[in-house]
């Protein structure tokens, strides 16, 4: 296989037919949601006029755009890499009445510009490692407004106590990965206030990403078998999903939600 067509398959494997490309739920965004409009309930003065404006980075298929569009007055900018990500989220916002509230573009996170504050909400579920993530906090915060909301989730260690052969297989994936501690300094000394942050649940993982997921890859072993290098390409993807089944218990997401 070509790099063209290594990346292909990539994003066979990472297909737009499922519905989120990456953990989460339903659920976490609505209780990172409730945390956003809990800290605009009390500080009212501050509070962003409607419809807000916000912007999905690295948006996928759209689980968490459209969640925003049924719940928000806002308008949504919904960003990816991949534009069969955007065509699905679009096909589904259709569906669910929300496509108005919802504007789709292709963009590679790491030369998006944006003017200053140009939102009052920034979302960003398991992606903002593809700008680096401490590069993309200083960013986000350019583009919000004072008062604005960034909701965040980043690969953590969750305890310190992780095996070797987990930090070592962990490690290789991301190198850049560290604690939460570690993290909120960061988000500090990038100057937001943490108004919150919780764990993302092991059903984000299992249920919601990696169970449709393992169901793919097996359909693409049945499709490409005898073919060496696709079904090495299936067995990384394999080896991610095992190696979090084995411990789970050291790593995971970690949801901040900040203000500027
Ligand atoms: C782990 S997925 C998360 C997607 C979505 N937020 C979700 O939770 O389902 C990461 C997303 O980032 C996108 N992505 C990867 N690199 C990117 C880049 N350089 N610029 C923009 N998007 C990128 C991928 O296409 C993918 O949709």
């Given at each position: 296989m070509n790099d063209h067509e290594r990346n292909d398959f990539f994003y066979e494997m990472f297909h737009p037919s499922l519905a989120r490309l990456g953990p989460g739920s339903e659920a976490t965004t609505l209780r990172a949601l409730d945390c956003i409009r809990a800290a605009m309930a009390r500080d009212e003065p501050r509070r962003p006029a409607t419809p807000l404006r916000i912007l999905d980075l690295g948006?996928?298929?759209g689980p968490q755009s459209l969640v925003l569009a049924r719940h928000l007055d806002g308008r949504i900018l919904a960003t990816d890499l991949q534009s069969a990500n955007l065509e699905a989220l679009r096909r589904r916002a259709e569906a669910q009445g929300v496509a108005e509230k919802i504007e789709t573009r292709v963009h590679d996170m790491r030369t998006l510009e944006f003017p200053e504050?140009?939102?009052d909400l920034i979302w960003s579920e398991g992606a903002l490692f593809c700008m680096g993530f401490r590069e993309g906090l200083a960013r986000c915060r350019n583009w919000l407004s004072p008062g604005g909301f960034f909701a965040v989730s980043e690969l953590c260690y969750?305890?310190?106590?992780?095996p070797p052969e987990c930090r070592r297989y962990i490690e290789g994936a991301y190198p850049a990965i560290t604690d939460v501690e570690t993290n909120l300094s960061a988000m500090r000394e990038c100057g937001?206030?943490?108004i919150d942050h919780f764990e993302s649940p092991v059903t984000d993982w299992l249920d919601e990403f990696y169970n449709p997921l393992e169901r793919r890859l097996n359909l693409l072993r049945e499709r490409h078998a005898g073919d060496a290098e696709r079904m090495d390409m299936i067995q990384g993807i394999q080896a991610e999903i095992d190696n979090y089944r084995q411990y789970s218990a050291y790593y995971g997401y970690e949801f901040f939600i900040l203000r500027r």
């Open positions: 948006c996928g298929t504050r140009s939102f969750l305890r310190p106590d992780a937001y206030t943490v």
